[in-house]
């Protein structure tokens, strides 16, 4: 019991390390793939009317003409000061239209995630205590259909109920900055309620199974033949060691939100991160493209990091070394 | 009597659930516990012995149910009684110790606060008494610092240990009846002995009535007064242990006894000029860069066989993974008939590969569950003699005769379709198939019941005689050893303690490790364990706890 | 109101489901129908909803009343407007239920050949990566940890914006970033079969890698296979969907629902006067939401049986 905590701290720093490096390889990644483009920026830019003087002018402009070890190591050091260049479309820096749109896309993704969150886990470890019941049953039948769903049906559904043959809830979320924080949460509802959707159906499926997963485990036997009371049985028996799978779930589908993110600010006309990222694509704007990119995947990374450490220390065999 | 009856069950029947419909695995069994009564409940795998030790708690697992009869546990049916009535019972007047104490134990929990926990919530008494009344425990059960070995957490501590502190736990209430269900089938034998004398001592002290669940009868013999022996959920035969061992009523009970006597004629010695079939020399490997062998030498003979043992962790089935070349000596070097092997086996030819074949523990995972016999055996036969079309479905046919299953049942067979019995023949089939003249049989018999497992040794004994093979048997169960092997290699921690003929090897003096092996392998004699412990020095197990500490 | 109608779709649903159970087991031969007859009904509705999604995405030149591109002089017709159109025209005069007819032979017949390829480029690469090990795993492995990193929308867009808007790219792009996906399950299958000592008794016989591949490996891998291609088509058929709502994956002149979801979607306001109108949009997203629940019906009874009926 002496090295108490150290093997468990090297193990974090250990994952962290390997999160850090995964971060680096991405931004290689993202990078590099620009530099597979035929041709280069400057001709992008200027499309049709490129003349050779032009296209000089820009790639000398835009630094084109330093070798590739410079240019990644100079837009790395730009991203991560926040400095991601300038916008091809409108010649705007990248991070002013950015930053705003940043904000609002993690509102909404917050907004979700409180609704989602303690309704999948709380579903789903009620439809593992009662599994094969009507309510279980139900619950997956619900989840499935929810899954199966492209995030626009769900959508396009609450706009018809919530917003058109009901109008609870504006249908176009007009977000602006001047907001109260009340009509932000009204005009945000619908994108969050649609989210909330299709992430609690995997939240609610993935702890379910991983709490049936541990209720078969025979302490849990054990526990019961020492009559222990059902309830005993799941708050210290149970949770203790669904903790780790828990988080991971969650964090995991965190993760999931950015991808859904993408296709619902675009239904609601959502002024986020997303929709300026799929405008960007049409237009080939690639510093926006590449910015957005490193921003939704290094939230990917991040979460799955958190997920790993959190599961690391809440796992007793690692917590009390031998 | 009757009023010192703890257990009646009276019909018994239990369904479980399989393809969708209940089927029933256990057939109407009648039994009867008395107060300090040990009884133990014996039978091969599937006999529902352990279905049947659940039930006498009022418990079934999930996809069992108990369909008819009654079980009364001090005059209360559990069927009846209530949810909260059986609680009440459990783990206070009948308390359960489960195969596995590793997987048994919550791993987010300190081991006392998981023995004191039924005392707490059936209030027998606090907390503090029964922390104190754990160490006193660990004390008469001999676990090491008993004083503080509970503020442990599980996987902080060795198996032996773990199933000792889960002895305890199920004494926490002092209950009138425990369940021991397998509580040392996981362990290594010299562990085995320390659990057994620690259990059978506490459940003497206390008078706890007690159902010893167990495939070993050997290790029944030990534990238990009386003996129910079961097949296929229903009762063979009962009574009293030494009526039992010493004048069996069943065939079947007799068959069981019967399996540890089996001893083929002596071969003849042999000859000192005769080149090995495989000669190891000075082999020493690692895993990546942790040693795990050291400068290890044995030979084996044409039609003879070498009995490797040693327990787990010993390096025998790791000098098997050199001989077959899987994993090359990092020293020393490996002769078949006096010419050196490459130490990778993919650098070995093709003759070389068939030269040596393998036997596996687990027939299971040894034959492909998608191919059919006809494959599983033509394949070898093709590949190594390049017999195609008729002529290698006759040989096949012919190997199938030969490890006595029929051809016209068994040639187009699926692996799964099979009993475990009989893929082990057909794991010796396509070992035979390419015509190899050493074979390493890997715990061939450990996986399979005493019956089947005899008819796979007299098996390998006639093939060895009708072919002239060399084996090489690994295995840690010496009563295997006694009956087949001609030489004997012990090992322990990557090294050879000791080799030599079968004869001079059960013959003292031993080397010290061979002899705390060789007296730790439980016999039928009832009074063995006794007998060992008095020998051992150790009258009672208190006393020896309190000489040690 | 509604809720009556919900509640009559599903017994409508389950009535067919159980219909079509029945009908199976009557007409196939023994073994087949034991096997059909134990299907719960949300695999039979599956089933059944497979199947005539199949038969609409080949016969559709027979179904569909006019050719997929075919223009007609009165555009943006409402239904009910044109006896000859049944659900109307678009904004250049085609008619809306050729287009979705035709919408669904697209869409699922490039999501199956988009998953088809990142099955086999997939599958092979994981089992060579298990059965070889060594460096090869390593970099394969590592290399598709790499790819994962990265959500696999937002890989697609990038990809996209890269190689440029087409349909041929979008499959290429798709194929290769789900067969990373595949990659992992095939792999950690077959890693467990290699472990297996029948694979090391072909390794000692000296059997060369082709054989343990698909001799030995691929029959036992089989089964956890097809239940991911369909868990995988269910993904691509939806990413599929949602980059060309998003006007970056199928392009016109091809007809798809995700396409059609996105021109259609503004009828949905005239959902208090002209529900048919409004549920326009709502026809191509409910036949895609209608199909991936299908498959996952049948992916889900499939599961359940070859996990041996655990729980």
Redesign the interface.
């Known amino acids: 019991m002496s090295g108490f905590g150290a093997d468990l701290f090297r193990l974090v720093l250990k994952r962290l390390g390997f999160g850090l490096l995964t971060l680096i390889v991405v931004s290689l990644i993202i990078f590099g793939a620009v530099e597979l483009l035929p041709g280069d920026f400057a001709e992008e830019i200027l499309g049709q009317g490129a003349t050779p003087e032009a296209v000089a002018v820009i790639r000398e402009e835009l630094g084109l003409d330093q070798p590739v070890v410079t240019r990644y190591f100079s837009w790395l050091g730009g991203a991560l000061t926040g400095d991601f260049g300038i916008s091809f479309g409108n010649q705007r820096s990248v991070a002013e239209q950015l930053g705003p749109r940043f904000a609002n896309t993690l509102f909404l993704a917050l907004v979700a995630a409180c609704i989602s969150v303690p309704l999948a886990v709380g579903v789903g470890i009620l439809a593992a205590l009662y599994r094969n019941s009507i309510f279980d049953r139900l619950a997956n039948i619900t989840t499935l259909t929810s899954i199966s769903s492209p995030e626009f049906f769900v959508a396009y559904i609450l706009i018809l109920f919530l917003a058109v043959m009901n109008p609870i809830f504006p249908s176009l979320s007009n977000v602006s900055s001047g907001l109260d924080f009340g009509t932000r949460l009204e005009r945000t509802m619908l994108p969050a309620l649609t989210l909330t959707l299709v992430v609690t159906a995997h939240m609610m499926r993935m702890t379910r199974a991983a709490i049936i997963n541990l209720l078969a485990s025979p302490y849990i036997e054990m526990a019961r033949l020492k009559g222990v009371s059902p309830a005993r049985v799941i708050v210290r028996h149970a949770l203790p060691n669904a903790l780790a799978p828990i988080i991971n779930v969650i964090a995991l589908n965190l993760a999931y939100l950015i991808t859904g993110v993408v296709v619902v600010e675009v239904v609601f006309v959502y002024p986020g991160v997303g929709q300026l990222f799929v405008d960007s694509v049409k237009i080939r704007d690639i510093p926006i493209v590449q910015a957005c990119c490193l921003i939704f995947a290094a939230t990917y990374i991040l979460l799955n990091l958190t997920a790993d450490v959190l599961s690391i220390l809440s796992n007793p065999r690692l917590r009390h070394p031998k | 009597m009757s009023d010192d009856l703890l257990v009646k069950i009276r019909g018994l029947k239990i369904e479980g659930?399989?393809?969708?419909k209940w089927n029933e695995i256990v057939h109407g069994i009648d039994l009867d516990l008395h107060r300090g009564e040990v009884m133990g409940l014996i039978g091969e795998s599937g006999a529902g012995k352990s279905t049947i030790g659940l039930a006498a708690?009022g418990?079934t697992?999930?996809g069992c149910r108990i369909s008819e009869g009654t079980v009364e546990f001090d005059g209360i049916d559990l069927r009846k009684a209530s949810a909260s009535t059986?609680?009440?019972?459990?783990?206070?007047r009948i308390?359960?110790v489960?195969q596995?104490a590793a997987?048994?134990?919550?791993?987010?929990?300190r081991i006392i606060d998981q023995h004191t926990?039924?005392p707490m919530?059936?209030k027998v008494m606090p907390v503090s008494e029964s922390q104190q009344d754990a160490k006193d425990l660990y004390e008469r059960l001999r676990l090491p610092d008993p004083e503080n070995i509970g503020f442990?957490?599980p996987?902080?501590v060795s198996g032996g240990q773990l199933q000792r502190a889960m002895t305890a736990m199920a004494m926490s209430c002092r209950p009138d009846l425990i369940i021991f269900d397998e509580p040392t089938t996981a362990l290594d034998v010299t562990t085995q002995i320390e659990v057994l004398a620690a259990i059978r001592d506490i459940v003497e002290q206390f008078n706890t009535a007690a159902i010893y669940i167990t495939h070993d009868l050997a290790v029944v013999a030990q534990m238990a007064d009386t003996i129910k022996v079961l097949l296929k959920g229903d009762e063979v035969e009962a009574a009293d242990t030494r009526t039992m061992l010493s004048d069996p009523k069943e065939d079947y009970t007799k068959s069981l006894w019967a399996v540890r006597s089996f001893a083929p004629p002596p071969k003849p010695a042999i000859i000192a000029s005769e080149t090995p079939v495989i000669s190891v020399k000075n082999i020493s490997a690692s895993y990546g860069i942790v040693p795990v062998l050291f400068d290890v030498s044995f030979d084996i003979h044409k039609g003879r066989t070498v009995a490797v043992v040693g327990e787990s962790g010993s390096g025998k089935s790791t000098a098997a993974r050199c001989i077959?070349?899987?994993l090359p000596p990092s020293k020393g070097e490996i002769l078949s008939n006096g010419i050196p092997l490459p130490g990778n086996?993919r650098k070995?030819n093709?003759d070389q590969?068939r030269q040596a074949q393998?036997i596996?523990q687990?027939a299971d995972?040894?034959?492909?569950?998608?191919?059919r016999i006809s494959e599983i055996i033509g394949?070898?036969v093709q590949?190594?003699t390049g017999l195609t079309g008729t002529a290698r479905r006759k040989r096949v046919e012919a190997l199938l005769e030969q490890i006595e299953l029929d051809p016209a049942e068994y040639y187009n067979r699926l692996p799964p379709e099979l009993s475990g019995g009989q893929k082990q023949r057909i794991g010796i089939a396509?070992a035979l198939a390419?015509e190899p003249a050493f074979i390493i049989c890997d715990e061939v018999t450990s996986a399979l019941d005493q019956l089947v497992a005899e008819g796979i040794l007299r098996l390998l004994d006639r093939l060895q005689r009708e072919l002239d093979l060399a084996y090489m048997f690994i295995t840690h169960d010496l009563a295997t050893v006694r009956s087949i092997a001609d030489e004997v290699v012990v090992m322990k921690s990557g090294k050879v303690v000791e080799s030599g003929p079968k004869d001079e090897m059960f013959r003292p003096p031993h080397h010290p490790y061979t002899d705390l092996l060789l007296s730790s392998v439980p016999e039928m004699d009832p009074d063995w364990l006794t007998n060992l412990l008095h020998e051992r020095g150790v009258e009672n197990l208190g006393d020896a706890a309190a000489a040690s500490m | 109101m509604i809720f009556l109608y919900i509640i009559l779709i599903f017994a409508a649903a389950a009535g067919f489901a159980w219909l079509f159970r029945a009908g199976l087991v009557a007409v196939l031969p023994r073994n087949a129908a034991m096997l059909f007859g134990s299907m719960p009904l949300t695999a039979s509705f599956g089933l059944l909803m497979v199947l005539l999604y199949v038969f609409m995405a080949i016969f559709a030149p027979v179904i569909a009343p006019f050719g997929e591109a075919e223009v007609f002089d009165k555009f943006n017709a409402l239904p009910g407007d044109d006896p000859r159109f049944l659900l109307g025209t678009d904004q250049i005069g085609r008619d809306l239920l050729t287009r979705l007819i035709y919408g669904g032979r697209n869409t699922i017949g490039i999501a199956f050949v988009t998953t088809c390829l990142a099955f086999f480029l997939g599958a092979f690469m994981g089992f060579l990566a298990a059965t070889v090990g060594g460096w090869l795993d390593q970099l394969l492995s590592r290399g598709v940890d790499a790819l994962m990193a990265i959500p696999q929308l937002i890989f697609a867009l990038l990809l996209i914006t890269i190689v440029g808007q087409s349909t041929l790219n979008m499959i290429l792009v798709i194929a290769v970033l789900d067969s990373t996906r595949v990659f992992r399950l095939a792999r950690a299958v077959a890693v467990n079969i290699v472990v297996m000592d029948y694979i090391e008794a072909a390794q000692l016989r000296g059997e060369r890698l082709p054989y343990l591949i698909f001799r030995e490996i691929l029959p036992n891998a089989a089964a956890p296979l097809v239940a991911e291609f369909g868990l995988r088509f269910c993904f691509v058929f939806l990413l599929i969907a949602s980059l060309s709502f998003l006007g970056l994956g199928i392009q016109p002149p091809l007809a798809d629902w995700g396409t059609m979801v996105r021109d259609l979607s503004q009828f949905i306001n005239f959902a208090a006067f002209a529900p048919l109108t409004a549920s326009l949009p709502l026809m191509a997203a409910g036949a895609i939401a209608l199909l991936t629940v299908s498959v996952n019906f049948v992916v889900d009874w499939m599961l359940h049986r070859s996990s041996g009926l655990k729980e």
Not at chain 2, 86 to 92: A, I, M, S
Not at chain 2, 103 to 109: D, E, L, V, Y
């Open positions: 659930r399989s393809d969708d708690m418990f697992r999930d059986r609680r009440d019972l459990l783990g206070k308390a359960y489960a596995s997987a048994s134990f919550n791993p987010a929990h926990e039924a919530i059936h442990r957490y996987h902080q077959t070349g899987l086996y070995r093709r590969l393998m596996y687990m995972t040894a034959l492909n569950p998608k191919v394949r070898p590949f190594y396509r390419a």
